[in-house]
Structures are given as C-alpha cells and as structure tokens.
C-alpha cells in the first residue's frame, strides 16, 4: 500500500512547495522508491484551462489532455513520471462533481455539506490510482489559514486517522525572515504558522524552513521546542542558483532521510544522485553561451513561459552551453516608430512562443520575417508556428491579406478554428458558442513526419506523439501556395488533415511546431527540437 506524504504551506505564498516536493520525490526515487505527486488546488475555477497567464502562470497540459497547475511541470521535469488528470483537482472541480452528484439524487436526499461529502471527495482524489506506488505526495496549495484551504486540511487529517501514522507524514513549508535592521532571523512567523495548522488537528512532522541565511543551531532548537517536532526534522532550506541544485541542497540537509525516519523506514543505501551532479556540472561549467531572443505577449510574467523557460536551459544543457533568455514584448514591434532589426540583430535565435488573441501579432510576424530574411535559427510554437505561415503567406505566397479567424472575419483565413478532429476517443466536434474550458485539442497526438525532413532528422525518426493545447489550425487549403513559397509541411496528424510541424528547406534552422515541445522537456533529457534549436544558435554565435 502505498505511503502518503501531504505538504503545507504557511506564512505568506510562493515559498517553493512544488519545488520542495519535486526534490523530495526526486530524492526518493533516486533510493529506489516509485512515486507520484498530486497538487491540491483550493481555487474555485474547473481548472486553470481559462485563466490567464498573468493571474496563473503557465497551464501544464498532460498526455491524457489535462490543463492543470504549473507544479505539475516541476513534478515531471524532476522526476521523469508523466503527470495525469488525476493529479491535479481544485475546489471547483470537487464542487462540480458533487453537485452533479447531487442532481443526480446520488446522496438520496441527505443534506450535503463539506464534511463529509467535501472532504471525502478530496480523499477520493488523494487515494485513486494509488496501489502500484510507494509514496504519493499531495501538495495542498495556497497557505494555511487562508479560508479555502480549511476542507483540504481537513481532509488530510482524516487521512491520518485512516490510513495510520505509518502510512502518513506531514510536511510543512515554512519561512524564516531575516530582519536587517536587528540582524536576526527571526522564528515567530513559523511559530505561529505551525500553530495555526496544529489548531486544525494537522501537527507537523518535518519542517522545512526557506530562510535568507543559515539557520543556526540555536534556532533549530528553538523551532523545534516551539513546534513539537524533532531538531534534526527541521530543516533549512537557503535559496539556490538553480532549481535543479535544489535536490542535492535538502539532500545534504536531510530531508528524504527525515521523511523517512518520520514513516519509521530505516534508509538504506544512500540515494543514486549522479543524475544531478552531472546536470548541475552542466549548468556551472558551460563552454560556450548564446542569446535567445522570447518575442511573445506575456513576458511581464516569467511563470507565464514557466516550462519554455526550463526547456532552453535543457537545450543549452544538451550543447553544454549558457542560454541567455531575452523576454521581448511583441508589441514593441508595432508602433510605427519601432526598430526590429536594432532589437533583434544581437539574438543569435529568435522563438515565437504560443498564445491566445490578436494582442502583439504583427510583431510576433515582424519578427519572424525578420529572422526569416537574415537567416536567423527560428522557433515558432503553436501560435509561433500559425504567424509563420502568415508571414510566408504575405510575403512570399502574395497573400497579402493572409490572416487569422482567431482575429475577425477574414478573407483569406490561413489559420482557421477547428470544427473537428481525431482523437483517442474517436472524432471530436466542437460547437459554435459553446464552454471555452476544456474545448481544445488537448493534450498527446500522434504525428508523422517526412522522411527527408529536418524534423525527422532531429527526432531520428518519422512517427513522434506531443502534447496539444490550441483551438486554430493552419488551413490545408493553402498548403500547396505555401509550400510553392518554400514552406514545407514536414510534418501531418496521421489521417493527413491537421498540419503539425513546418520548416524551411532554404534556411539554417526555422521550424514551427502546433504542438507543445517544452511541456516534455526534462533536465536529463532534453528535448531534441530544444537541443537542436541550441545547437543551431550556437553555430550562429559563431557567425557574429
């Protein structure tokens, strides 16, 4: 049966729980454990699938077709395992499902409330699909106190009572704040975070405290009296120049040791960490550096790019090599007034990331002509690749009017909506007017790609499967004038309707994918269209 380790947050947010419980799950996979991580979000939304970027950060989409929190990103990229639907649930969806219980008659007239029904829904979550592993950490998000959190906490409680102490521990995330004018780091804050989860029935039984500076013994001591866990089961947890030294930083605190200890599991042999040694040497030892340019519309919000991010840095660990990220705003590119080549002529590489709305494409095709006629190495994702068959189409198909129906009502429409498609489940259709919510292409499907294609090459293979998450589609009607203009469509869905990659023949590298390649990306093995596209600006580096 497998064992569950439930995280808390407290103090304020964005203390780095998705973070600490992809490290630990790293860690204990690294010993040899089988593992999963779920993320509890107690928002009111279905799902984040409708959310913007700026309110949410990135949605992390799964091969099952899932949009889900960003964390998830963190849990595969850490630990290699794919996420599911089932791995993430929020307050919207326990509610919609009881509700639809509910009309149903399912409770045969009870009175429904949140304990027990709220809470064994989330219980529900928490145990499904769970017997082939050894440990589940449940990441309850938000901080607690906050009064949307309180059925979760609740819930995890009862778990305890239900499954055991062997079977259950309890993690909670903490902050330590230094405060520069005394001098001190101070330990109240934790203290009264871990009385508020303790005033829940939820007592703690390791601590993971980020603070600025080294926390002292003394104050180790003096949270650990306070708090009523052991002093060796607090642990501190210093900031860190990447993310992905931050396994090797708790694994030299202790932390997977704790956790253990804490189930009463006596450690073994100590965990095979060689992984990220050799990423983190990557990551400190380059030879060499590049910049690649983000053209894009949401780049006042890193987290809004979160996996994309990630994914260069993986393409520069595969080419041992620094990626300097420049976050350039599209829009700069439409005012009358603008300079693109001045902006882009230092870029050894220019991406077009994915995006919703008109809001900045015609910079975004600015740029994409720009790196088109001065032969720069070109990424277009999703939204990037429908803007580089419009520019091509404008520019070279003498298309002038060539556009999106995402924008308006246009005549030459060479990017349309999807009315239907194949997927898994058979023939999917979508209805004028209806849910914007989980209404796209979603998630893992198949493509096949020419054989003599870049893209071929670069997978070393013709059948590859990548994650979807848009509603338009380049339109095959204008295939043939496209490619007439040296747009080659290298890669199709399998029934030959939907095109799925895009490349130019005449140019050192300029690809433009529908799907999401970063959303598969991980530190030890990079995604080869990251690793090429690298590569590509490396070579260009050379160049300038």
């Known amino acids: 049966m497998a064992r569950f380790i439930f995280i808390t947050g407290g103090v304020v947010s964005s203390l780095g729980k998705g973070l600490m419980a992809a490290s630990l799950a790293a860690l204990l996979q690294a010993r040899g454990f089988k593992v999963r991580i779920r993320k509890f979000d107690p928002y009111l939304n279905v799902d984040p699938g409708t959310m913007s970027p700026y309110q949410h950060g990135e949605v992390y989409v799964t091969d099952d077709g899932a949009e889900t929190d960003l964390d998830l990103g963190h849990y595969e990229r850490f630990t290699g395992v794919s996420a599911r639907q089932t791995d993430n649930v929020t307050s919207g969806r326990i509610y919609q499902q009881i509700i639809t219980r509910e009309r149903r008659g399912d409770y045969l007239g009870a009175t429904v409330q949140v304990i027990p029904h709220v809470t064994d829904a989330i219980k529900e979550f928490a145990l499904a699909e769970t017997g082939d592993l050894d440990f589940v950490l449940c990441e309850i998000g938000g901080t607690v106190g906050d009064i949307e959190s309180l059925p979760f ?68 001591a003096k949270i650990a009296a306070f708090c009523n866990v052991r002093k060796e089961a607090v642990i501190p947890a210093l900031d860190a120049k990447s993310i992905y030294e931050v396994p090797l930083q708790y694994h030299a605190e202790n932390l997977d040791f704790e956790v253990l200890r804490a189930f009463g599991i006596t450690p073994g042999l100590a965990p095979d960490l060689r992984r990220w040694h050799d990423i983190v040497d990557r990551l400190h030892h380059p030879e060499g550096e590049v910049t690649v340019g983000v053209v894009g519309k949401y780049v006042g919000l890193p987290d809004a790019y979160k996996s994309l991010n990630e994914a260069l840095v993986h393409g520069g660990m595969a080419n041992r090599v620094k990626v300097n990220i420049q976050w350039i705003d599209a829009e700069l590119f439409e005012a009358p007034e603008s300079d693109v080549a001045a902006r882009l002529e230092p870029l050894h590489a220019i991406l077009v990331p994915g995006a919703f709305g008109e809001r900045g494409a015609e910079g975004k095709i600015q740029a994409i002509r720009f790196a088109r006629e001065r032969k720069v190495p070109f990424f277009g994702i999703c939204f990037g690749m429908q803007m580089a068959c419009v520019e091509g189409a404008r520019n070279l198909a003498g298309i002038a009017q060539a556009s999106s129906t995402e924008f308006g009502p246009t005549e030459e429409p060479v990017v349309g909506i999807i009315e239907e498609w194949m997927s ?57 004038r496209l490619e007439t203009s040296g747009l080659t469509f290298s890669g199709m869905s399998p029934d030959g309707e ?47």
């Not at 009385?195 to 104050?219: M, N, W, Y």
């Not at 670069?458 to 095959?476: A, D, L, P, Q």
């Open 153 to 220: 906490v609740e819930a995890i409680r009862q778990l305890r009572n239900d499954l055991g102490r062997d079977q259950t521990v309890f993690v909670h995330v903490t902050l330590v704040p230094f405060i520069a004018a005394a001098g001190e780091l101070k330990t109240k804050p934790t203290q009264h975070s871990v009385k508020e989860l303790t005033s829940l029935g939820v007592q703690p039984d390791v601590l993971v405290c980020r603070c600025e500076h080294p926390l002292p013994d003394a104050e180790r």
């Open 424 to 480: 898994a489940e058979g023939r999917q259709k979508r209805e004028a007017g209806g849910d914007l919510g989980g209404t796209m292409r979603l998630g893992a499907y198949e493509a096949v790609l020419a054989g003599n294609s870049h893209a071929a090459a670069i997978y070393g293979g013709t059948r590859i499967t990548e994650r979807h998450r848009h509603r338009w589609e380049v339109n095959t009607a204008y295939r043939e």
């Open 498 to 544: 939907l095109p799925e990659i895009v490349e130019r023949p005449d140019h050192p590298w300029f690809v433009g994918v529908q799907f999401h390649p970063e959303l598969k990306s991980k530190p030890f093995d990079p995604h080869p269209l990251f690793a090429g596209f690298i590569e590509a600006a490396l070579r260009q580096s050379r160049l300038v």
